[in-house]
């Protein structure tokens, strides 16, 4: 069975804040977030909604997604998710 990893754009409610992150396992992280489990930005800015994803084979390929997504400027990320989730609904919700 091969293993995934998720390079992942997550919001608030009101979709002003965005953060970037990476996992192997999308739904435990979001439960994380949501519940505010891990302190931190997460927490501190009710980071709850995921907004973006990408599935990567290796850990190595999802990391470098995140830092290079991590590295552009806001508009470049909206447009981002935008490409894939024009409403900004959370994709959690669908799975």
Known sequence: ???????????????TVLYTGVTNN???RMYQHGHKLISGF??????????????FN??????????????WIRIKKIKLIKSKNSEFKDLMIDE
Do not use: F
């Open 26 to 28: 999308l739904k435990r």
């Open 58 to 71: 290796t850990p190595n390929e999802a990391i470098a997604a995140e830092k290079q997504i991590k590295g």
């Open 1 to 15: 069975m091969q293993a995934h990893y998720y390079t992942y754009i997550a919001t608030n409610k009101t979709n």
């Open 42 to 55: 997460t927490s501190k800015y009710n980071i709850n909604k995921l907004v973006y994803y990408e599935v």
